[in-house]
């Protein structure tokens, strides 16, 4: 969930024996996997850093849990409606966790879409309903990953991990921020970068561990194997996510993968 989508041609993949092959045509390839990669931050880029800056000085809504500030009279009563009236949806059965996962999956519908600020509010009422959900965790750090403010995002992926190190959404993601780092860097550290695709990888195998039916989690080990430079593992978890249903697979991907990597029969 990381760069901004400019091309869609397919290069040559990075391994640590042909990394010179890589730089020849990096900006290629980099743009061909951004496309399978970080589609979250690609479309309607509405709010950077900056912005969220200003705004949240006067918007609490904007900051995580509120920033934790004291709430006027008014906006305490407004949120106890809130819980009142979202309790009381027949969908939820009096289960506020899993108004708070309904929310939070609201709040992921508007980072697609572009709509960042909208998203943090409805990060904000998941955490209203339910302070012990970790999934709010994911939330937060997807709305810096999409303004891209990183830093802030590595922040709420670690501080989700302290409280429940098997969430598997956090584990994926805070792989996906590596990934997001490792693009940044190989123009100017490739030493760097690797390391970082190491942690991708860790972190995404960890979740993998945990979970290995999400199609997402196995989409992002095949990319991350790919830009390693090991095949074989590139086609293992392709296949287990084409297996799962192959959602988020884009063709772009399929055709550098076929391109780089020969798959043994």
């Known amino acids: 969930m990381a760069r901004v989508l400019l091309n869609n041609n397919a ?25 399978a990669l970080f589609t979250l931050v690609t479309f309607g880029q509405q709010m950077g ?20 500030r004291e709430k006027t009279d008014h906006q ?53 309903l339910d302070t012990t959900n970790t999934e709010i965790y994911w939330g937060y750090a997807g709305f810096f990953m999409k303004i891209m403010n990183y830093a802030e995002a590595a ?12 969430n598997t959404h956090l584990l994926t993601d805070y792989g996906t921020y590596f990934m997001a780092q490792y693009y940044g860097l190989i123009p100017i550290d490739e030493k760097g970068a690797l390391s970082n695709l190491d942690s991708a990888i860790y972190y995404i195998r960890k979740s993998y ?22 095949c074989n593992n590139a086609w293992k978890f392709f296949d287990e996510c084409k297996e799962l249903g192959g959602q988020p697979i884009r063709d772009e991907y ?7 990597c020969k798959k043994k029969k």
């Open 11 to 35: 290069s040559t993949t990075l391994s640590r024996t042909g990394s010179k092959h890589f730089k020849k045509d990096k900006m290629k390839y980099l743009f061909s996997i951004t496309i």
């Open 49 to 68: 850093t900056n912005e969220w800056e200003e705004q949240s000085k006067t918007n609490i809504r904007l900051l995580p849990k509120y920033g934790y």
């Open 76 to 128: 305490k009563e407004l949120d106890k409606k809130f819980i009142n009236e979202t309790m009381k949806q027949e969908k939820f059965k009096g289960d506020r966790k899993a108004a708070s996962n309904h929310l939070i999956e609201l709040g992921f519908s508007y980072l697609y879409r572009g709509d960042s600020k909208t998203a943090m509010y409805r990060f904000n009422q998941a955490y209203l």
């Open 155 to 166: 922040k709420k992926y670690k501080e989700g991990l302290s409280l429940d190190r098997s």
């Open 209 to 230: 561990s945990f979970d290995n039916t999400d199609m997402n989690t196995t989409y992002k080990l095949s990319i991350c194997y790919l830009l390693k430079g090991e």
């Open 254 to 260: 399929t055709k550098d993968l076929k391109k780089k």
